[in-house]
Each structure stands twice: as structure tokens, then as C-alpha cells.
């Protein structure tokens, strides 16, 4: 090799190898390889079209020719089966990612917990990491995981003052992670240290509200930390002026507009409304919902949701160009989650989608529309995965500096971090009248407002 190209390969960074589990349209591993530092090796994904997706992308030089997937549920494929195949033996895995199927524990749905099925694939990843012993782990998952139950008991159930029978320890709020970090603690020779963030992709850079929970671990007794929110609102960067000594300026938040700008489709492809959700929608003015409606039509088109005391936000939503996504789903064209384009009256398109998780231009996602709207809808925005992935780049290169020897020190015990995760939500109706956001004019009434809480930190026991 000629003595310049050597010296091209020695000032290239560190590339750390990474395996995937529940894969998907590869959101976070797209994130973690835009900042150069690591290589995905293996992908372990069980939906057919989302293998069709990373094949496809791989054939097409998007990602290492020589990743290897599996196309099988995690439980039918073997740790060792992962390490043989990428040449590796166990310890020397420098990443294992993914996110667990979180439907479990959201609290936008029926909680299951882990006595659905799908809870137990938390356990799963567990068995990776305590087989492959990675220097680090990074698992995402939604923010209720934070605060599931192994068994849950329905609200109506439970005890109200002095009556009725207490929760037990595997129905208390938390109980899930905490079991979590007690079996992760148990993994043989290689013990784990683990710090939990909850984050929000909007106060990164994202154009999309999405609330997330990263949980970062490593084999080194190392504590890591995420950094403070680089984007905010008005309200946000008006309060931090007023609070903080000499803060940084918070760049505004990316928003739909950003997203979607120069992109063009003469026919763009659209898991769309029914003619006659059209027909509502094309009654709600951009930034607006169904308190636009007149009363009449916000009962017939609603029916007994009409009459509930929160959570509506989502009937009959117009977006606005002006503002953030809000979080997206795996179907745009419910309507009491409606996705409705700004001035046109349809859903968001696929590629509309994959804007707003900041997916490549070029990326191209398989399977039928539908499929591919659940890969955009699950995936975790590259962003969060870009920041993630910086965060573990500084923390192992720090290791490497010094031999990879874990600290003599370890931290007390697990934490979890709560770095502004929640926005709060922008003003729908106030003093009787609804509050619309005109993209492009002046929209103070209808701002969001600052933050209340912004750093926070517990101990997991």
C-alpha cells in the first residue's frame, strides 16, 4: 500500500462494529452510521418486507456489503449463531442495538406489559447482551416503558384510599425496569452499568415531536450523560434567558416546512382517508382540528369521543407548515390521529414520512404501502440516533485511550435522566374560541408553551 494511503487509513476514526436486533427500517442504525463512527454487521429482523427493505439498500451501496441478515424472530436465532457468522467471539462486539416491539407499554393503548407476548422480546435483547457481551448496549423504547408494570392491574381495580387490595411489587409503576436492571445486573462476569435518558427528537434538530427513552449501558463502570436540548421553542429559549447564566441560544425547532422542503411528487403515494373523513377534513383550516368543526359536526363525525375529557387533540388534526410533526404513526389516516397535509386534503405521504424521520433521499423502503408506513411509523428518528450514537463514539473512545479498563469506582446505581422530554402542548382553545395557526403569519396565541421541568435526575433501586 502506497505510504499516503496509509496515511489516509490511520487519520480515518475508529469504526466500532455494531449488531441490530429488531431492525426494522434501520432509523436508529441509519443514525448511528451518519456520524461515521460505526458499521452495522448484523441485522436481526423478522418481518419479511423489512428484510427486503435493508437488502434492497445494501445492493444498492447504502449500507456494508457485507452485513449479514437474519431474517428470523430473535427467538429462534442464536447469539453465537450472530458472532460466527460476523467472525466474532464474544467480548469483542463493540454495539448491540434496538428497540424492542413497544406497543406493551405505551400508554396511548391497552397496556399489556410483559404479559403480552411482545414484552418478553425486552428479555430477549437481554440474552444477546449477556451472551455477546458487548462493550455497550443502546436499547430504545417508548417513555411508558418507564413506568409499566409486570402486571398490570386496570385503573378501576385499583385501590382508592384505604380501600380495596394494594398493588403488589409486580404491579407497582416501574416494576418492569427494575426487574430489567436487576437481571442485567446478574449477567455473569461481564456487569453492566446502565443510565436511562428521556429525550424528546424535536429538541434535537428533528422536525417531529417524539418522545423517547434511550437506555445506554456499558461493562466499564462508566457513567454516561446526553447532552442538553440544542433546539426549543420560543417560550423555551425566552425562559432560559431568564433563568441560566450566559446560556446557549436554542436554535428554534425544525419544522414541517423544513421537512418536506423541495421535495416534489407529481403522484405521491398515500395510505389515504376515507371520502368521507375528506370530507370533514376539508372543513379544518392548517394548524386547526375539530374544534374547528361546528358543533353539530363535531358530535356526528365523533360520536361518544365527542364527550371525553381529554386526548382529542388528534380528531380531524390539520398539520401546520409552521409547527413540528407531531409524533407520527404507523397509519396516517385514522381520524382520531389524522395526519392531514397542510393545503391538501390527504394524509402524509410515505415519502413525506420518511422526510420527517429524516430518512436518505435515496432510501428506498419495500413490502406493500402499508408495510412500508410501519417501517417509517416504528422507526426511531435518525437523529436521536446520530445523538446517541456521538454520545457512545466520545464514551468508548475515552476507554481506548485508556486500554479499556473499567473505573475501580463504579457509579451507586442505575439512573434515569429526564432531559426535557416533555413538550408541552400547544393551546388548541382558550376563552372560547380555536386557536388556529395561520402558517406564515404572526401565532403567538397559539405557541407552546416553556418548559417546567428540564434536567432531572433519579436513582433506579
Not at 432509523?27 to 452510521?33: K, N, Q, R, V
Not at 449500507?63 to 457468522?85: C, G, R
Not at 406493551?104 to 449477556?130: E, I, K, M, N
Not at 437506555?215 to 454516561?224: A, D, E, K, L, P
Amino acid at each position: 500500500m502506497h505510504r499516503s494511503e496509509w496515511a489516509i487509513l490511520l487519520a480515518m476514526p475508529k469504526q466500532y462494529k455494531v449488531i441490530s436486533l429488531f431492525s426494522g427500517g434501520m432509523g436508529l442504525d441509519l443514525g448511528l452510521e451518519s456520524t461515521g463512527r460505526f458499521r452495522i454487521v448484523a441485522c436481526v429482523e423478522k418481518v419479511p418486507a423489512f428484510c427486503d427493505t435493508i437488502r434492497l439498500n445494501q445492493k444498492a451501496g447504502l449500507l456494508h456489503p457485507n452485513l449479514k441478515v437474519f431474517e428470523q424472530s430473535i427467538m429462534d436465532v442464536s447469539p453465537e449463531e450472530v458472532l460466527d457468522a460476523v467472525g466474532l467471539k464474544a467480548g469483542e462486539v463493540d454495539l448491540i442495538v434496538g428497540g424492542p416491539p413497544c406497543q406493551s407499554f405505551s400508554t396511548a393503548g391497552c397496556r399489556g406489559t410483559v404479559q403480552d407476548a411482545r414484552g418478553t422480546l425486552l428479555w430477549q435483547f437481554l440474552r444477546f447482551v449477556g451472551a455477546i457481551k458487548p462493550r455497550f448496549f443502546l436499547m430504545e423504547n417508548v417513555r411508558g416503558l418507564l413506568s409499566a408494570a409486570i402486571r398490570h392491574r386496570k385503573i378501576a381495580e385499583r385501590p382508592k384510599g384505604k380501600a380495596g387490595e394494594p398493588l403488589a411489587p409486580d404491579e407497582e409503576p416501574g416494576s418492569v425496569v427494575r426487574q430489567f436492571a436487576s437481571d442485567l445486573q446478574a449477567i455473569g462476569d461481564a456487569r453492566y452499568h446502565m443510565d436511562c435518558f428521556e429525550v424528546n427528537a424535536v429538541n434535537y434538530g428533528a422536525p417531529q415531536i417524539r418522545e423517547r427513552a434511550l437506555f445506554i449501558g456499558n461493562r466499564y463502570n462508566m457513567m454516561v450523560n446526553f447532552p442538553d436540548p440544542t433546539h426549543g421553542s420560543e417560550a423555551a429559549s425566552a425562559s432560559r434567558t431568564l433563568f441560566e447564566d450566559k446560556p446557549t441560544p436554542l436554535q428554534p425547532w425544525a419544522t414541517l416546512r423544513d421537512a418536506l422542503s423541495g421535495l416534489c411528487e407529481d403522484e405521491p403515494a398515500v395510505l389515504d382517508f376515507s371520502p368521507r373523513k375528506k370530507g370533514f377534513l376539508a372543513m379544518v383550516p392548517p394548524g386547526s382540528n375539530w374544534r374547528s368543526l361546528p358543533e353539530e359536526i363535531q358530535r356526528e363525525s365523533m360520536g361518544k369521543a365527542w364527550f371525553a375529557k381529554g386526548g382529542r387533540s388528534g380528531w380531524w388534526r390539520r398539520l401546520s407548515f409552521d409547527l413540528p410533526c407531531p409524533t407520527l404513526v404507523t397509519m396516517p389516516n385514522h381520524a382520531s390521529t389524522a395526519l392531514c397535509h397542510p393545503v391538501q386534503t390527504r394524509a402524509l405521504s410515505i415519502r413525506e414520512y420518511a422526510r420527517i424521520q429524516e430518512f436518505p433521499d435515496d432510501w428506498k423502503f419495500a413490502g406493500t404501502l402499508a408495510e412500508q408506513y410501519a417501517q417509517v411509523g416504528n422507526a426511531v428518528p435518525t437523529r436521536l440516533g446520530r445523538v446517541a450514537g456521538d454520545v457512545i463514539a466520545r464514551a468508548m473512545d475515552e476507554l481506548a485511550k485508556h486500554k479499556w479498563r473499567p473505573s475501580t469506582n463504579p457509579p451507586p446505581s442505575y439512573r434515569v435522566v429526564y432531559v426535557q422530554s416533555h413538550v408541552r402542548t400547544r393551546q388548541w382553545f382558550k376563552n372560547g374560541q380555536t386557536l388556529v395557526w395561520h402558517d406564515g403569519e404572526e401565532n403567538g396565541d397559539a405557541s407552546y408553551s416553556a418548559p417546567k421541568t428540564k434536567r432531572k435526575v433519579r436513582r433506579l433501586q
